[in-house]
Nanobody, 133 residues
């Protein structure tokens, strides 16, 4: 059974930092990208960042460029880790953050007009990030 479990959310003041983690397990995710999305109260879910299997390629939403960094660790064959380092947080970053895995490479997602939510097959339960003024 595929499981994606996020952690690391919490309450932080504007200008602060948080590091989110996600552990994906239950199947082989070799050659697949991994990504982060978020959904703020009353808003639609939006793409945040994605990373290729090797970690050599990344893709960010414009509103997080220069502030957020995505990385991953494939060292363990059965658990795939992806991280989101969030710096210079703003109140508008308040949202539930979701880890997700598509059934394809980052290159294929971009070629198909993504990364976008419908391209992702597996989703975590989310972790809440609250940024206060």
């Amino acid at each position: 059974q595929v499981q994606l479990v996020e952690s690391g959310g919490g309450l932080v003041q504007a200008g602060g930092s948080l590091r989110l983690s996600c552990a994906a397990s239950g199947r082989t995710f070799s050659n697949y990208a991994m990504g982060w999305f978020r959904q703020a109260p009353g808003k639609e879910r939006e793409f945040v960042a994605a990373i290729s299997w090797s970690g050599g390629s990344t893709y960010y939403a414009d509103f997080v460029k220069g502030r957020f960094t995505i990385s991953r660790d494939n060292a363990k064959n059965t658990v795939y880790l992806v991280y989101l380092q969030m710096n210079s947080l703003k109140p508008e970053d308040t949202a539930v953050y979701y880890c997700a895995v598509p059934l394809g490479s980052l290159e294929s997602l971009v070629a198909e007009g993504g990364p976008q939510g419908p391209q992702f097959e597996y989703w975590g339960q989310g972790t809440l990030v609250t940024v206060s003024e």
